[in-house]
């Protein structure tokens, strides 16, 4: 198991990136959420947008530590890079289910 460097950044950076990826998750669980509460009146084409959800917070969760030590390790190392595919995949797919979601809303 990975042993967690101690960093000495005051603003414990590494710690408020992982709150904003579990911010993300949860609000990911309240949008789930939503279309399975409206899922009657939706059709079930929404079960199909809640199943890309749930894929992606499983995702995000189980990549979690790993991200948290990789940002910690390059704060105690000075070679920190930003994740650069990984906000692009996330805004990408926030794009795809919003628009999913807008046609689905539209169709029913």
Request: hydrophobic residues 50%; contains cysteine.
């Amino acid at each position: 198991m990975n042993q967690v460097i101690r960093h000495e950044d005051p603003g414990l950076q590494p710690e408020r990136t992982a709150l904003a990826w579990t911010r993300t998750t949860v609000s990911f669980c309240v949008a789930s959420a939503m279309l399975l509460r409206w899922a009657r009146v939706l059709g079930v084409h929404s079960f199909w947008i809640v199943a890309l959800l749930i894929g992606v917070i499983l995702c995000l969760n189980l990549s979690q530590r790993r991200r948290y030590l990789r940002h910690n390790h390059g704060l105690k190392t000075g070679s920190t890079q930003a994740n650069i595919v990984g906000v692009l995949s996330l805004t990408s797919i926030s794009l795809f289910l919003g628009l999913c979601s807008i046609l689905l809303v539209l169709d029913s």
